[in-house]
């Protein structure tokens, strides 16, 4: 009898030790509601030389009925000497885990873009809870303000800074897009400069402007495209295929969408002197709004007169970031690329740049002028 | 094969005959005789059709003219039966058989009364295409409805005992020509060796044949349906048919075997391929929609979009317990559901899905015991789990989800991620009769089969 105790002890073990252990939750185990979730985070910088970065986080509060409660939002500050400390501090502010998996907004307030990029974004690379996929703009007139506006169309439970720049929301031409993994590379890289988006709130913080960008020389001061410029460069970089054209002529005057465009880009060295860079743009569209009859049969017209003012307009473009210094483009990027490694390739690149001469071939073709006759 | 070189024991046997069944009181012992003829009857009253031995046997007896005449017409009956040995002839007799002595002979018959030979409709495996008629629980009844679907010389019936006390007849059938040869063997050697009393049902036949002792999937397949019987065989697969059972079993059986309906062959090409899609991911679902769960919400929340964290946070709001203890709490309770729903009787089925089901969950939810999500989570994976076609396949992915939460609540997606690879392993490892069970089938059909034909 005594031996069938025994016998029966080992499984019972067993038995309990599985169980004891199945209601332990381990250290990785933390629950969906002892966290909570930074949907963004904002870099200012302060005057101060002993506390230079103030850190805000947004935080998104759970509700229990998302539909007709809405989630709300609270914030985090904190000045400190550095971002890891100020985050460090701010755990202490919370009752929950501050989880930084869903934090896809990365707002710089201008003064921060001053100082060394590399050092700024460190933070942010070693992370590995901050994905790469983060994207990244620049606050005006600060972070914080970006981050605290709530915008009215804003929704339950989706973030309007996400809308932005995910495709799935708004898509505008006007909207610079930029990664943390691209933003990065930029960075690091010679031959191409980092580009960001402008996120402009209003006074009352009820609205965010994403229409300008910001490019960021590390030997320069950051230079600001304008919206038409933005656009541009939108379609350069083949970022966006929509794009509008506005065409104003003697006696014509038309706005063409355009919706598919392609865009390449050679550099030809053959001549140390004078260096070109090629750029063809083919693109499709049709005629949106006009002040004058439009005829179809003039539909190739139209079209040259259109190629003849994108043509105009990206030189300009092209011209303004020779002028100064900027290549958000990767011009350089792309002549180390296609030549054999010297290792001054990239000196060579910042000699020839100044004296490079853009040939822009532009192709519109419309296919209608948007009216059924 | 009848006893005529062993004249003096015939009277011997019939003695040993009755007193062997002699305590029953169903037997009965009946001498015939009108004026020089004479005939004696053995027969268990119980398992014989009275009717049917009263129209063959005894009214003719009375009316033909002479002995000669009774034994040139009771030798011509078809179902007269061979005599081998007095233990097959007691055996015979248990089944239904009529011994009749003539003269210095034993002739045996088989005059059975079977109550179980309705055929019954598809209830396990029901279609809306195809045929609705299943088996019945009588192995010749069975016979003839396999028989009547496959008329080929080369499909072979045999009948061996199983079950040292039930002695349950069992048939073995398959086609001569196409069946693999070393799965017939080793079923057969799998099958003498059987050493279990009794046998009563083709599931329990087919745990025993298995050759482990704990197995978690299925390596043979059961089936009430005579179409799937009939396309097994003519893909060279052995079937065994139990007497006294509604189902057969097919072996060997692969994975796949398991994931198709019969509807696949009579539906419309992209039809059956698109149920076929739903079915599998229906399995997956059903697999790994609790582990998902619980990796999604305590270990790795960024996974998904940030709405759907959102609102699984904001409806966790208030559950007490660590997410893996609410989904362990809702499956268990979804697998008695299920599981009281097959015991009960029919017509209280419905009170319990309506109780267990509609009021469970939301009560759940409302006394914050659960979080919405997972309710959704619950119902979606029962659901799924009923669209496995094969039910003993949707009874093991009901067991493996289990160990899939497990390794969920450990170690989260990753964890996840193994265990699905460890599933992967176990299956790969398993083999149905020397075929490997997660074969992939590139070939066509025709060339899979064609490899079994036999060289003869």
């Not at chain 1, 191409?192 to 709130?201: G, S």
């Not at chain 2, 009108?34 to 009857?41: A, F, G, H, Y």
């Not at chain 2, 609540?409 to 964890?415: E, K, P, R, W, Y």
Request: charged share 25%; aromatic share 8%.
């Amino acid at each position: 009898m005594k031996k069938k105790v025994q016998h029966l002890a080992k499984p019972f073990f067993i038995i309990v030790a599985v169980m004891v252990l199945l209601f332990q939750s381990g250290c990785g185990f933390k629950d969906i509601d002892k966290r909570i979730f930074v949907l963004s985070i904002g870099i200012d910088h302060t005057k101060s030389e002993e506390k230079p970065f103030r850190v805000v986080l947004k935080l998104a509060v759970p509700s229990g009925s998302i539909k007709q409660s809405g989630t709300e939002y609270t914030y985090l500050t904190e000045e400190s000497e550095s971002i890891s400390t100020a985050i460090r501090i701010l755990k202490s502010q919370t009752d929950k885990e501050l989880d930084f998996g869903h934090a896809k907004v990365i707002v710089f307030g201008e003064e921060v873009l001053h100082h060394e990029l590399e050092e700024i974004i460190d933070f942010f690379l070693r992370r590995r809870d901050i994905q790469m996929i983060s994207w990244v703009g620049v606050g005006q007139p600060s972070a914080e303000s970006v981050l605290k506006a709530e915008p009215e169309s804003e929704m339950a439970g989706s973030h309007a800074l996400f809308n932005f720049f995910d495709q799935n929301g708004v898509e505008s031409s006007l909207i610079v897009t930029s990664y943390l993994f691209d933003f990065r590379r930029r960075v690091m890289e010679t031959g191409i400069d980092p580009i960001l988006p402008v996120l402009n709130t209003s006074e009352d913080k009820k609205r965010i402007e994403v229409s300008r960008a910001i490019v960021v020389n590390s030997d320069k001061k950051p230079v600001e495209l304008n919206e038409k410029q933005a656009t541009i460069y939108n379609l350069m970089g083949n970022n966006a295929d929509r794009y509008d054209v506005r065409v104003k002529n003697d006696d014509l005057n038309f706005t063409v969408a355009i919706d598919t465009s392609k865009v390449t880009f050679d550099i030809n060295t053959d001549s140390k002197q004078k260096p070109i860079i090629k750029m063809d743009i083919e693109m499709v569209g049709i005629i949106q709004e006009a002040d004058v009859d439009t005829d179809s049969s003039k539909l190739h017209t139209y079209s040259e007169v259109t190629s003849k003012t994108v043509k105009k307009d990206v030189t300009e473009v092209l011209t303004m970031f020779q002028e100064e210094g900027l290549d958000p483009l990767g011009f350089g990027l792309r002549y180390k690329a296609t030549r054999l490694n010297n290792n001054k390739r990239y000196e060579e690149w910042k000699e020839l740049y100044p004296k490079v001469t853009f040939e822009v071939n532009a192709k519109a073709s419309l296919k209608s002028t948007g009216v059924i006759e | 094969m009848l006893f005529k070189n062993r004249k003096p024991n015939v009277e011997e046997e019939l003695e040993w005959l009755i007193n062997e069944l002699k305590p029953s009181s169903d037997i009965l012992h009946k001498p015939l005789r009108l004026e020089d003829k004479q005939i004696e009857l053995v027969y268990i009253k119980s398992v014989v059709d009275g009717a049917q031995l009263q129209q063959i046997v005894i009214k003719p007896f009375f009316e033909l003219a002479s002995e000669q005449h009774v034994e040139a017409y009771l030798k011509s009956l078809p179902n007269q039966q061979d005599v081998t040995s007095k233990e097959q002839v007691l055996l015979e007799l248990t089944k239904g058989s009529v011994v009749v002595r003539l003269k210095d002979e034993l002739l045996l018959f088989d005059i059975k009364k079977v109550n179980t030979d309705t055929v019954r409709e598809t209830n396990i495996e029901p279609t809306i295409i195809g045929p609705q008629y299943a088996l019945s629980e009588d192995i010749g009844t069975n016979l003839n409805l396999i028989r009547q679907r496959y008329h080929k010389p080369s499909l072979t019936v045999e009948t061996v005992e199983v079950g040292k006390k039930s002695q349950q007849s069992l048939a073995i059938i398959y086609d001569m020509e196409y069946v693999g040869e070393k799965v017939l063997k080793q079923i057969k050697s799998k099958i003498e060796s059987l050493d279990q009393p009794v046998i009563q049902s083709s599931t329990q036949l087919q745990r025993f044949l298995n050759g482990r002792k704990r197995s978690m999937v299925p390596t043979m397949m059961m089936t009430e349906r005579t179409d799937r019987v009939v396309y097994n065989l003519a893909s060279g697969k052995v079937i065994l048919l139990l007497d006294g059972s509604p189902t057969t079993i097919i072996a060997p059986a692969v994975f796949w075997d398991f994931m198709t309906s019969m509807e696949d062959n009579y539906g419309l090409y992209w039809v059956t391929k698109f149920s076929k899609f739903l079915r599998y991911l229906g399995l997956f679902t059903s697999l790994i929609l609790p582990g998902l769960y619980v990796a999604a919400t305590s270990f790795n929340p960024e996974v998904f979009r940030v709405e759907l964290a959102l609102s699984i946070a904001g409806s966790r709001i208030g559950v007490p317990y660590p997410s893996f203890v609410e989904v362990l709490f809702m499956l268990i309770f979804m697998e008695l559901l299920t599981e009281a729903s097959i015991r009960l009787p029919k017509a209280v089925t419905g009170t319990a899905t309506t109780v267990g089901g509609l009021i469970l969950g939301t009560a759940a939810t409302e006394a914050a015991l659960a979080s919405n999500i997972i309710i959704i989570i619950v119902g979606a994976v029962a659901i799924s789990t009923f669209v496995i076609p094969i039910n003993e396949m949707s009874f093991a992915i009901r067991l493996v989800r289990y160990l899939l939460l497990f390794a969920a609540t450990v170690a989260g997606l990753a964890g996840l991620a193994l265990g699905l690879i460890g599933i992967l392993m176990y299956l790969v490892s398993r083999d149905s009769f020397g075929q490997p069970y997660l074969k992939l089938f590139f070939e066509k059909k025709k060339a899979e089969t064609a490899t079994r034909v036999k060289p003869s």
